[in-house]
């Protein structure tokens, strides 16, 4: 509580889950990113999403509370950020807050503060990120996962600009703005009774939602440049091979920009060239069979054979043992599936 206090971005009570400690110095470091690879980013935005950044920039201007809707992965911190920088809230701080980190036991005291011995264990006293965002933006990640018996409370701080920490006498002021978001289904959870209806239609006065990255194909490319110029060795020129863009764009990105920066920074670090080739940004569809042909030694020829023998076998699969239909998704002749599958 006291390096929270000193200023601590977050912390995990031990035992300490090695997922949850990789998943938030992510978060940290992707909320860090330099001036310049932001200023790339927001220069190749689709139409989508400069029609998406423009209605952004517009709500940025009230202190309406705003909610992000999105899949995981597709920049909801990112777009709050921005929203922070074109609001009047600018010159203050912007805190973000992950919900679904909150320990149940302390997550009041992390998000409104407490008095000096409130409870056992409050040796000092410690204002509470709503404190820290005050004149600010507080950044409400994962809105889906605040405890229930937190929302109400949440919602007093959204209607009436005040909170009252644990152990407080008096209600103190807010002055910053409220930004929430998630990738859950709230309204799916109004009806199952795990979120406030009243605390959904305070949080959604501005709603937006983020289109995930396999709406924007035309950003994939341009976007995989950027963070592979931001993985680069100083001195160094990465690019990636020709090959390996259609793969990039017909990839379905279920974890969208934060898929696509992980594979290539995980295929620059890993690279023994500094072309970028499908292997390295897919490992998980390399074929095993021609690798082990090749490793035999086999011919050129062979190797072709066995990898058509494989794609037959995987679209006679699909098809549930048709042939036409494999022969028309292949583009051969029957008698060419029918070859290859004996």
């Known amino acids: 509580?006291?390096?929270?206090?000193?200023?601590?971005?977050?912390?995990?009570?031990?035992?300490?889950?090695?997922?949850?400690?990789?998943?938030?110095?992510?978060?940290?470091?992707?909320?860090?990113?330099?001036?310049?690879?932001?200023?790339?980013?927001?220069?190749?935005?689709?139409?989508?999403?400069?029609?998406?950044?423009?209605?952004?920039?517009?709500?940025?201007?009230?202190?309406?509370?705003?909610?992000?809707?999105?899949?995981?992965?597709?920049?909801?911190?990112?777009?709050?950020?921005?929203a922070h920088a074109a609001s009047r809230c600018a010159s203050g701080p912007f805190v973000p807050l992950n919900c679904a980190a909150l320990p149940l036991d302390l997550?009041?005291?992390?998000?409104?503060?407490?008095?000096?011995?409130?409870?056992?264990?409050?040796?000092?006293?410690?204002?509470?990120?709503?404190?820290?965002?005050?004149?600010?933006?507080?950044?409400?990640d994962e809105i889906a996962e605040l405890p229930i018996a937190l929302q109400s409370k949440l919602l007093r701080l959204l209607q009436e600009k005040t909170y009252r920490p644990v152990g407080a006498i008096e209600q103190r002021s807010f002055g910053g703005r409220v930004i929430a978001a998630t990738h859950r289904d709230l309204k799916a959870m109004i009806q199952a009774g795990t979120f406030r209806e009243d605390l959904y239609f305070r949080l959604a006065v501005i709603e937006l939602v983020i289109p995930p990255l396999r709406e924007r194909r035309d950003e994939i490319v341009p976007l995989a440049n950027a963070f592979l110029a931001g993985s680069a060795p100083e001195g160094q020129s990465l690019s990636i091979s020709a090959e390996a863009m259609p793969l990039l764009l017909d990839h379905s990105w279920p974890g969208n920009i934060r898929e696509l920066r992980n594979r290539i920074e995980r295929a620059a670090a890993l690279r023994d060239h500094d072309v970028l080739t499908s292997a390295d940004l897919f490992p998980e569809r390399a074929p095993v069979n021609a690798r082990s042909d090749l490793d035999a030694d086999q011919t050129l020829e062979a190797v072709a054979e066995a990898a058509i023998r494989s794609r037959v076998a995987a679209a006679l699969q699909a098809t549930g043992g048709n042939q036409t239909e494999a022969a028309r998704r292949l583009g051969v002749s029957r008698t060419t599936v029918w070859k290859y599958s004996k």
């Open 1 to 82: 509580m006291r390096l929270v206090k000193a200023g601590a971005r977050d912390y995990l009570i031990k035992p300490v889950d090695t997922d949850a400690l990789v998943t938030l110095i992510q978060q940290m470091v992707q909320g860090s990113e330099s001036v310049a690879l932001e200023k790339d980013r927001r220069e190749q935005r689709t139409s989508s999403m400069n029609a998406f950044e423009a209605t952004l920039g517009k709500a940025a201007r009230s202190d309406l509370p705003l909610l992000l809707l999105g899949e995981t992965g597709v920049g909801k911190e990112r777009a709050a950020r921005l």
């Open 107 to 140: 997550a009041e005291s992390l998000l409104f503060g407490h008095e000096k011995g409130a409870f056992t264990g409050a040796v000092s006293r410690m204002p509470g990120v709503v404190r820290e965002a005050d004149q600010g933006t507080l950044f409400l």
